[in-house]
């Protein structure tokens, strides 16, 4: 697992800066980028959530396990196609926002058409799914609804609390796989990095953008505990925790910790 030598702000300057230059020289480009992490998050989710159904058939203390392992492959997808993720640009954004590399407009407007278009792309491709065979005729306790149900049960301030921690965790992969130079050590650390949040059952506003759709076209219209208010009011605190977590106290505290004269940098 040998490290990049590039320190951990020329890595985020330079992702801020080629994100930026792509939104500026073509918006539909960046707009499908961001459309394929919607897309690759649904199948991490769909292989997930059928493996951790098939862990509970076997023994119900399986099922969370294999699903959290199969969905962090997800990230892996997501990286190594260069596609847009809204929750790791919540990182990027900010610190360049911090750092002057990316204008306060210029980033709210990247920021916000990814989240769109990971949201788009999230609906899309989970009703594709929901029209493949496997996903046919899924039974009522099927480990996609309960975990949804699970999702949308939860008190504000349990979204609040796990969309901080989910999205410190998903960014300190990011920025693990980002300064590895060898794909082995890569692939080791954003697995199982996002192992933990997926297995804690930590709230990132994307996989949700996925997941709920996915449990909504599968089943042919709202499961147990589905309706529009929960939705977005799992979207929007899982989205203010998210930017909390991976925007402010990643991207912007590691910005400020290694700004001025210091021989402590990151």
């Known amino acids: ?4 030598n590039q320190g951990l702000m020329s890595v985020i300057d330079k992702n801020a800066r080629k994100k930026d230059h792509l939104f500026t020289h073509s918006i539909p480009k960046y707009m499908v980028r961001a459309f394929f992490s919607g897309m690759f998050l649904t199948i991490g989710t769909a292989i997930a959530v059928m493996v951790g159904d098939k862990g509970n058939h076997i023994d119900p203390s399986l099922g969370k396990f294999f699903y959290s392992f199969m969905f962090s492959w997800s990230l892996v997808m997501i990286i190594y196609m260069d596609a847009e993720l809204g929750t790791s640009n919540m990182m990027y954004m900010t610190a360049g926002m911090h750092r002057r590399v990316v204008s306060p407009k210029r980033a709210s407007q990247i920021l916000l058409t990814c989240i769109v278009c990971n949201l788009v792309g999230g609906i899309i491709s989970a009703w594709l ?6 996903f046919q005729q899924l039974a009522g306790d099927h480990y996609l609804y309960t975990t949804v149900t699970a999702k949308l049960s939860k008190t504000t ?5 796990e969309g901080i921690f989910a999205n410190i965790i998903v960014n300190t992969a990011i920025i693990a796989s980002a300064r590895m130079k060898d794909d082995a050590g890569k692939l080791f650390a954003i697995v199982f990095i996002v192992f933990i949040f997926a297995f804690l059952g930590f709230e990132h506003v994307i996989a949700n953008f996925s997941s709920f759709a996915m449990a909504f076209f599968s089943n042919g219209g709202m499961i147990e505990g589905m309706s529009v208010l929960a939705v977005l009011k799992n979207w929007l605190f899982a989205l203010i925790g998210n930017y909390v977590g991976g925007g402010l106290l990643i991207g912007l505290l590691y910005s400020w910790l290694n700004k001025g004269e210091t021989v402590y940098f990151d």
């Not at 697992?1 to 990049?4: F, H, K, P, S, V």
């Open 1 to 4: 697992m040998e490290l990049d």
């Open 129 to 134: 799914i929901s029209q493949t065979s496997t």
């Open 157 to 161: 301030s349990q979204i609040l609390a």
